[in-house]
């Protein structure tokens, strides 16, 4: 049996057989350095001293991203850890409507002053990093309360060769001058305590709870707070279940053009809006 099949087997009953598939190509690319090319051609087996130790992690079902400390997003390596949200497509999809919103780098500001972007709530730092890959030009800052995980956005930003500034601060003790900003990124937490148990345990189990979930009382609380800076384009990621209503707080605050979008599942993922200037 090869290596591959063997991982395969392993995983069998706790994966679907595509991604038993996908975890098996992912931890070979990791340990040997081959291709999936590679390693769909090879018939024999690859010599992995810690093979048994990855596949106990896996049939736990810790994610792959935290098992190897990092994961390839957006053209970017990022560092990951167990204080920072693993990236997600749907995240992309978010970088996407950006940089398709704001297409030549001018949001309303003067040629010679450059576009100020601030992501809240950046964890890794993959949003920020991101736009700025995109967009050199832009002045971009990330913001998140969590020392450990700026401490984890400042390595990938060397990591990555960007220059990108991270700032530890509470928004809800923050003050910030609207006439600072151009544009505000943010995926904050926005599952409701009451969503866990239709969780996944690869979710539930590792990624920072912090991140993650916001209380049933108040699930709109950080979007609130977000919209009150009043930036001059904000884009949010959303609980797909509020979509209407993270559309019409922004409106409240003054943001006109407000849309909904949906991501590469059909779902409502995205709000977007700006406020004249």
């Known amino acids: ?35 999936r090319a590679a390693i769909s051609a090879c018939k024999g ?3 992995i001293s ?17 098992i190897f400390g990092h994961t390839l997003w957006f053209g970017l390596d990022l560092l ?10 749907e995240t992309a999809e978010l970088v996407e409507l950006v940089l398709n919103t704001i297409p030549s780098g001018d949001a309303g500001v003067s040629p010679a002053k450059k576009i100020s972007v601030l992501d809240i709530g950046t964890g890794s730092g993959a949003i920020a990093l991101a ?6 030009d832009w002045q971009v800052t990330g913001l998140d309360i969590s020392p450990a995980a700026l401490a984890v956005a400042e390595q990938n930003a060397r990591r990555n060769k960007l220059d990108v500034r991270f700032l530890q ?51 709109l609380l950080f979007y609130r707070r977000i919209a009150s800076f009043k930036a001059q384009y904000l884009f949010f990621e959303i609980n ?4 209407a209503e993270v559309a019409q707080l922004m409106r409240d605050y003054g943001y006109s053009g407000v849309q909904i979008h949906n991501d590469i599942y059909g779902k409502q993922r995205m709000v977007s809006g700006r406020i004249e200037v």
């Open 80 to 89: 990951v850890t167990k204080d920072t949200l693993i990236p997600r497509p």
């Open 1 to 35: 049996m090869s290596t591959f099949d063997y991982i395969i087997s392993r995983l069998d009953g706790i994966y679907s057989p595509a991604e038993a598939r996908e975890l098996a190509f992912w931890v070979l690319e990791e340990t040997t350095g081959l291709s």
């Open 169 to 219: 601060a509470d928004i809800f003790s923050l003050n910030l001058k609207r006439s600072t900003l151009n544009v505000i990124t943010s995926n904050p937490p926005y599952i409701c305590e009451s969503e866990k148990s239709s969780m996944e345990s690869n979710v539930l189990d590792y990624e920072p709870s912090s991140a993650l979930f916001v209380s049933d009382d108040d699930p």
């Open 240 to 243: 797909s279940r509020f979509g």
């Open 50 to 66: 810690n093979i048994e130790i990855i596949l106990s992690r896996l049939q736990k079902k810790e994610p792959i991203q935290y």
């Open 131 to 136: 736009l700025k890959s995109r967009r050199p």
């Open 45 to 47: 087996t690859q010599n």
